[in-house]
């Protein structure tokens, strides 16, 4: 059982930054890929960025170029780190916990953080 907790979200201006961060609990959080996801009002959960446990990277066309997603497992903690943002990143922001072969699986979820993209 792994029990995730993010943090970092808030209203920021077209143009800002922000970055999330996600504290997962217990001892196996090395063992997990980690991703996050996100909900905007009306519309369905996608995969925003993962990361495998050997730190391989990925990101959602979308965000490609300004979201940056990393881990640090001494701290048991994965970050989103957002720039440039855009009114189109409001939404919630969920951490979750997984295992990544061909594509992600998620497996653990946080109770997510709000992002607000606006002037």
């Known amino acids: 059982q792994v029990q995730l907790v993010e943090s970092g979200g808030g209203l920021v201006q077209p143009g800002g930054s922000l970055r999330l961060s996600c504290a997962a609990s217990?001892?196996?959080?090395?063992?997990?890929?980690m991703a996050w996801y996100r909900q905007a009002p009306g519309k369905t959960r996608e995969l925003v960025a993962t990361?495998?446990?050997?730190?391989?990277?990925d990101n959602e066309d979308s965000v490609k170029g300004r979201f940056n997603i990393s881990r640090d497992n001494s701290k048991n903690t994965v970050y989103l780190h957002m720039n440039s943002l855009k009114p189109a990143d409001t939404a919630v922001y969920y951490c979750?916990?997984?295992?990544?072969?061909?594509?992600?699986?998620?497996?653990?979820w946080g109770q997510g953080t709000q992002v607000t993209v606006s002037s």
């Open positions: 979750n916990a997984g295992q990544y072969s061909s594509k992600y699986s998620p497996t653990y």
């Open positions: 217990g001892s196996m959080f090395s063992f997990y890929d």
């Open positions: 990361i495998t446990r050997r730190e391989s990277t």
